[in-house]
């Protein structure tokens, strides 16, 4: 299989548009309008007909979004793609393109937060029921899926970092004609392409790595043609969650350096989670790069991973001896972060919130930034000893 490295060379991301050629600029331009104008009645006549695409306004069709559609696609090795306001915008259409009440819907345990209360509120509402299933267990994957209208995965997990088998869950829920999702976040396209390994669509966060400089909340989802369509045509332009036309350029800047950001981010992380390992104060290293061999599918790892403290360490006292490592939710861009798994379990104690997310009290998320590794290991060393 080709690697995300291989596929993303300058001249393959160069995609097509249909702009002029704005001054000759080597930056695609922001097509920054509400709505597009036609020269003459038989013109807008044939575009309503349906004889002629083109845009007629932003909420379906936007240059500059296409433009990054049309990267990420290729990217992921889809035929299609679809960007989104957000995240859980292309989460929420994509799972609402597929469902109906009375339907099931089985999803991998630990999957990202506000998914799975998507699922336990709205789609509950909506009398679409969600069964959870380990996806380290193929066995009750299997038993789960018969009937399922959805397979929802996401793969390494969003706090513990469970690594599943994407090939064999997408191949079972293929057997039993379950249509699969899967987030792809983490990974991103470089290291993990769920498309090859049998997935039919996948999702992001493109607020995370696709984006990577901490600047744009946007989602995005790619797969064949007739299932981008679907989604095109039942959910998304009703819900409305498009994205932007500025973001989608942020995003096309974004990509540009997807690959070298992302084999920085994994050479740091794992410096950093080696030691972190080796550390007595440590009791274990939630991070699928330090087995003997990757798990199938990943052919790299990213900057996110936790860990979990021994008993006894002052969590408040660590989080604020560190200076490089920052407090803060998401992660992704180019700046090192923190969440203490106490915050997350107090939010879980708030009505509507409960996850059952695996998390201990005792452990730690990092994003590891593009600081340097040996610098960020100096903070955390120091603040493991502040917290001791
Ligand atoms: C952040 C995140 C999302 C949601 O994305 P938004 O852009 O914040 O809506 C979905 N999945 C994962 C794994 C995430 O980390």
Redesign the pocket.
């Known amino acids: 299989m080709k690697s995300g490295v291989d596929i993303i060379d300058q001249a393959s991301l160069i995609v097509a548009h249909d702009e002029g050629n704005a001054f000759e600029a080597v930056v695609p331009p922001i097509v920054q309008t509400s709505l597009f104008t036609f020269s003459s009645y038989a013109e807008m006549e044939a575009t309503y007909r349906g004889e002629k695409v083109r845009p007629t306004y932003t909420r379906g069709l936007n240059p500059t979004v296409r433009h990054f559609e049309e990267m990420l696609a290729k990217l992921e090795g889809g035929e299609d793609a679809l960007g989104f306001a957000?995240?859980?915008?292309a989460?929420s259409s994509t799972v609402l393109s597929f469902v109906e009440p009375g339907d099931r819907i089985v999803c991998v345990k630990h999957c990202?937060p506000?998914?799975y209360r998507l699922f336990g509120t709205l789609l509950k509402r909506y009398r679409i029921d969600v069964a959870y299933v380990d996806g380290l267990d193929e066995e009750a994957v299997a038993k789960a899926l018969p009937g399922a209208k959805l397979f929802y995965m996401?793969s390494p997990t969003?706090w513990v970092m469970e690594a599943h088998d994407v090939g064999a869950l997408a191949a079972l829920a293929r057997r039993h004609g379950v249509t699969s999702v899967i987030?792809n976040?983490?990974a991103s396209p470089i290291f993990q392409q769920p498309l090859a390994l049998g997935a039919d669509l996948v999702v992001h966060?493109?607020?995370?790595y696709l984006g990577g400089h901490s600047d744009v909340?946007?989602?995005v989802v790619t797969g064949s043609r007739e299932l981008i369509q679907k989604i095109r045509s039942i959910a998304y332009p009703y819900l409305g969650g498009k994205l932007s036309p500025f973001d989608a350029w942020l995003l096309i800047r974004g990509l540009r350096t997807l690959p070298m950001r992302m084999k920085a981010h994994e050479a740091a992380a794992l410096s950093i989670a080696r030691r972190l390992a080796d550390h007595d104060a440590v009791e274990t290293v939630c991070h699928p790069g330090l087995g003997n061999q990757l798990p199938p599918g990943l052919s790299g790892t990213s900057g996110l991973f936790s860990f979990i403290f021994r008993e006894g360490a002052d969590i408040p006292a660590f989080t604020n001896a560190l200076s490089l490592f920052q407090l803060g939710v998401?992660?992704g861009g180019h700046e090192s972060l923190i969440v203490p798994g106490r915050i997350v379990l107090a939010q879980a104690a708030q009505p509507n919130s409960a996850v059952d997310f695996g998390i201990s009290p005792r452990s730690i998320r990092l994003h590891v930034g593009l600081e340097g590794a040996d610098m960020l290991w100096s903070d955390l060393e120091g603040a493991i000893a502040a917290a001791l």
């Open positions: 957000s995240g859980m915008a989460i990202y506000d998914a996401e969003s987030d976040s983490w966060s493109a607020s995370k909340v946007a989602g998401s992660w």
